[in-house]
């Protein structure tokens, strides 16, 4: 009923390129950001050209490895290598791609500086290729999209406040101040400013009648800002709970425990297992402290380090379950040893499923006391040795 | 138990109308806002009041429209023609509508520019009408009825901190800024300014005593926004559920494969659909992109658009369901062909569901073998074409 | 199992009451903010001085009742007459009282205007009346109560925040803006400006440095007013909750139809209704509107507008359970003929209801058919007179 | 299947010592903050320094004490005294509770405000102290990090405005306001004070095309601060229910009436109770007050004080139990006598719950009716002595 999507072996080369993606474009921003400082140093100056220069380098070789792995997508799979290469580059991602590398090769391998704006403006671009590090955009975009209707009607509700608020302020402040509240565009530009609780200050009603619509607008203000908020909270709510319960259906049935239960009773824990994922080398729990979670392996591998050895524990394995069963602190520290994705599944749930499936509990606790079993026989091998 | 108001027929016209309205609306209210400017060149001053009155013009018609077709309106059912139009044009939007229009006619007509203060006031008045394209208004203004006795506390509260604050600091501030903070009223300003974080800067505290009676006012601030969001979120959120509710129960019917589930079962499942309308020519899913959803279509008609054919679907069919069943990737790409509202299951409402009614799991799977079979059949005859 | 305590008769005159109280509140707090202004010419300043006079003689009858009526209050109960006047003399709700009107009067009577700062510190007193008027008070009260150990880590984030970011802010703006960064005390004054993005712009770092402390503060100040609001959103809601089902449990007993259910039945209904209240002449529902909801009658008499005539239904009654069994328009205009309160069922608690409690359904279903024939009597009747 | 972690002997004590803690903690960054304020006459000069000096003194002995007792933390379980010291004393903990004492102590008893700028860089230190004192510090942890990926998302929507707008801002502004918008970096500025809707108005865009720009920043400003509310209050809602459920299952088991009931019974009752701690002498319930809850006591002891008389309660028993029965008013003041802790049933979730489990209420009923009638031989008792 379910497949895993992302190959797991190139994960860990995915993170690393994606890291090396994050700092080429962090540094390349900055430097485009410090090239538009004016008397800089011609050897700074060259300094950062070069590295402008770099950066849009190493995203024209991301271009081109991305058109010469085009046919390999799923999305041009019927097609000849030839012919999704050229979709690809009219896509709109090939051309934005292309665009934020060739112009800025071009003015600054010929006349550095001589035009810099062109820099800055195809730069922006880059900022573009931020989106890929943004894990949840996809669910935010979603949120807007589901609430674009309630979204619209706030907007709707702030135009209307606006040009309300504009008018009125024009024609009560434009004796007082002509060249500020003069037109109802001038109006508008203090609305905005009022109406989000900017409030910079460049533009103030001076009248009675103009402070009082401007009270007005500023609490109109709070009110937007708060029916926004109530939306998008509820929107992302929903989307959220979603979104879970397909990562963790993705990775339950790795766990054997659980695909031993029956449909009903495995759709309730899917609903209560949040998914974690941990790069190696992180603690997950720590001996001594309280814990109020057990945790299951469905996919990489920990170490259980005991007071006085360590036991390794692979997919399907679980651990942490004294603290649900004794409320006990907890007994060992466990540490991944790779890239690691864990089920979670806290106390309050526990008890709550524990009520109705006494089953997994009773897995639960057959599995901890032979594990208890077993770990008492590696720790007198460790000590023999 | 239920009927369908919206004649489906006349949706497209509609949905038309309202595009021209808002284009009219805007060209409008931005001839007004630049008519305010100063020092326009004639010939646009000219082309400026051409656009309002051609707006007015049109707004007329739209008046006249509406009072010869009031009889129509299920309002004045059991009245004669005349005193349901005469009942319409003394209603509050009758005098609304007429007072937008006529003077602005009267006045360009006349005497342009002359009195250009009469145009901005009036004009105001359109901007009422933007009321009609905002689709969630009647949720957001229920919303705000519903939580009112909370949003009066919140606003009394408001008003507390308010004249304190002021008070204090008119008290503490009028020896070091008698122009600023002389009297009450003068500090009430200060205080709004504050307390709604907007902070124009054009009146500051001076004193050690006033910055601390500002520092509360801001915190205060914060806390009131707070308030007023927890409120309408809380609010928003069950108004929202309640809506999508009946918007479902509305469509479900049309959908043989759920009007023939039991009443009990049926209620647990349109609390888990959502309804979502899309113009014509709309990607709804793209092949190979990962799915999360199957959609059942109440009305319309959608484009199945296979590897090497395509295959019309219409109401009360559906599709994407090989996502959930085998979280496999979209397998083709589906467009409306027509304007059409589809019911969208999420896969982790879809698991919840399939645990208690597997006979609607049966259903599904059933007729998706059916049609895998019938489309390639339809791929072959397109084959042999 | 419950019990209702608001004596119902005397509820008219307690509202007429408040509003008084609130016009007198209003009048006497605008005049004394007014007689702060400088300048006033003598016969305004003698108006408003007896307005104030004349507010502070009605609150000390207020008093004065209050004191008289104290042994009526079940806080007394045990004490003799004279005992419980003193203790509510001597209560912090007496003392105020007190010392909110007899300065005033002292003051006004005696040398006007002389010293005229002892008016508005008096009457800053009067404004804790307002808390008479703000009917959730005690509901947010509740919340913030509740939360307050997440609140008071809210607010220890923003201390540790604020005095970090002056004393750095001090150290990097010291020597360019001595007069405004000169000491850590001034740096709180700007950052509490800035942490609450307030931003007044009286105090601005100019270094590099502060401004990137400065960045920091104000992206702290999002994330500090998103975690307030997060907290009171999740507490407001379950209070809400709490608050709506009492209120409603002690309403429903009134109406027969609900209390020949079963407890477990009548439970989960409760947990569905929604008490409203409403005065006297108001339109609760309109004919031909369409309708999503259906309401019981606790309190009070409504009047039912049929075509031809009208039906008048009281305690226990319901209506509008059209609009949910066939979802079709409302057929009649309902107005209140005095303060009534309502039990209201939407459309979609009606549906998910129904398919668990038929006996519900059918009892509505039944008494629906019946009032039909009925009202087709009276109209009958109606017509023949 | 729990455990009690805090010993309840030195909760007292450990009240004391934050109170103290809190109070030292506070002087001291007060002096600090006075210390910084230029032309202190001497003598107010070496009070501040006696008492930054005495506060460094303070935490030093703390440090000391900590040093000491390292040995007794669980954390240096299997470690002799002085490695268990050694390890404490190079934890990130212990170095900073170093650094915080010793420049200060150096500083201060050496050459006083010779170099005064080491005091305040090094008090920063304290305010780490502040979290001791945050108790649902922990919880805001928490939400954080497990929502750091929608987190992430949201501050990359942020980075990419930021950097968009001070780009174009830079380009549209540059040669109106060479200063404020010469270079991008002083356009980003701009940006981070407008986005966070701060405004100080200390840069402003003059140009039409900044004017629009801006428009968005700040309009965007208000969408990222309500996604990131949304996300927060999400988040916060579930770990709160999780804490709370944890919470009062470590309390629960010593209500014996809670203990006789089954499992599942008891998780139920669980997720509707709510833990609430009280320092002694406490109002808990006041007399002819209308209530709405009962309470449990788990721990410590209450007096009730019926009209002539009071009676005891300690651990395990139960009060207020009427106000639910039959919605009556208070009819005793229940007053701690020792720092306790409550278990509190709401009115609505005991209905809801007693229409499930009629045990519970019928427990509840025959201990009220038991205790009443004993409470009225305690009350006879009074009366003859």
Known sequence: MHAVFRP???EHAGRQWRAFH??????????????????????????????????AIVFFAEYVARLWTAPESARFAGLSDGMARLRWALSANGLISLMAVVPII?????????????????????????????PAMNTLARVIANERASLASVVIIFVMVLVTAATFTHLLERHRQPELFGSIPDALWWAVVTLTTTGYGDVVPHTVGGKMVGS??????????????????????EEER??????VWDQVTRVP????????????????????????RIVVVRRDEPGDSMFFISEGEVEVRLTRGSVTLSQGGFFGEMALLDRLPRSAT????QPTTLLVLYASDF????????????AVEHEARRRRAENLGTVAKTDAS
Chains 1, 2, 3, 4 share one sequence.
């Open 8 to 10: 797991s072996g190139s």
């Open 242 to 247: 979603r979104r879970e319960y397909l990562r």
């Open 106 to 134: 071009a003015v600054t391998s010929g006349t550095i500086h001589a035009d810099s704006d062109a820099v800055p403006i195809f730069c922006v671009l880059w900022i573009l290729k931020l989106n890929v590090h943004a």
């Open 351 to 362: 008890y709550e499923i524990a009520a109705n499936i006494p089953s997994l509990v009773e």
């Open 334 to 337: 466990v540490v991944t040893s």
């Open 22 to 55: 994050l700092i080429v474009l962090a540094a390349g921003l900055l430097a485009v950001a410090l090239l538009s400082v004016e008397g800089l140093p011609p050897s700074l100056d060259r300094l950062l050209t070069v590295i402008v220069e770099a950066v």
């Open 257 to 280: 425990l659980f695909t031993q239960l029956g449909t009903v009773t495995l759709s309730e824990i899917v609903s209560k297992l949040r998914v974690r994922h941990y790069p190696a």
């Open 216 to 237: 007005v607008v500023m609490v109109s203000g709070i009110l937007v800002l708060a029916l926004m908020t109530g939306i998008l909270a509820t929107g992302f709510s």
